[in-house]
């Protein structure tokens, strides 16, 4: 199946810009989509289609695609924000989606 | 608001089986595709299996198909997913998840616990 890379940690400082990325030759047809999740919760579509967001999650939040590389950029990160993002996309290789490794972002 | 509420998780020998329910509110679950999406400890998501808004298709990852039967009541807003010959391996967190498309998983419930022990 297809693969989706991402960094498995990442940590930025209160109210700094973080990028968390998501590798994979998916993006050359299709869209990212991004979540997070937070322990005990249940996890959050945060971007979709690439850099849509759906209503109430704050707009620090935007997604871009630059070639075969999904980009996650959290802008003035909250310490609310420490938790664990996935990317997913389609996938063409007969299964019907594909999910990132994970990134877990430390808000120091 | 979309609820989701998934129960039936547990403790439960190899080989056995377990069946687990979410309760679907807040949407027309006639009108969407389900998934069930794992987490192992430790470990990151892993899609296991999807089925059509209407039940007229389904999928299972490689891991888990032959053993696992996903299904669903549209008249009683409920997915299932029957668990069978259990292995330690399927131990995780068990999501159910609403579909927009075939990845765009945009309703989450909070999980239930399975794990496979001896």
């Known amino acids: 199946s297809s693969q989706l890379t991402q960094d498995p940690a990442v940590s930025v400082a209160l109210g700094q810009t973080v990028r968390i990325t998501c590798q994979g030759d998916r993006f050359r047809d299709y869209y990212a989509n991004w979540y997070q999740l937070k322990p005990g919760q249940a996890p959050v579509l945060l971007i979709y289609s690439r850099d849509n967001r759906p209503s109430g999650i704050p707009d620090r939040f935007s997604g871009s695609i630059s070639g075969n590389t999904a980009s996650l950029t959290i802008t003035g990160a909250q310490a609310e924000d420490e938790a664990d993002y996935y990317c997913n996309s389609r996938d063409s290789s007969g299964n019907p989606v594909v999910f990132g490794g994970g990134t877990k972002l430390t808000v120091l | 608001q979309v609820q989701l509420v998934e129960s039936g998780g547990g403790v439960v020998q190899p080989g056995r089986s377990l069946r687990l329910s979410c309760a679907a509110s807040g949407f027309t679950f006639s009108g969407y595709g389900m998934y069930w999406v794992r987490q192992a400890p430790g470990k990151g998501l892993e899609w296991v299996a999807v089925?059509?808004?209407?039940?007229?298709?389904?999928d299972y990852a490689d891991s888990v198909r032959g053993r696992f039967t996903i299904s669903r009541d549209n008249l009683k807003n409920t997915l299932y997913l029957q668990m069978n010959s259990l292995r330690p391996e399927d131990t995780a967190l068990y999501y159910c998840?609403?579909?927009?498309?075939?990845?765009?998983?945009?309703?989450w419930g909070h999980g239930t616990l399975v794990t496979v022990s001896s």
């Open positions: 089925i059509w808004y209407d039940g007229s298709d389904k």
């Open positions: 998840v609403r579909v927009k498309g075939s990845e765009l998983l945009d309703y």
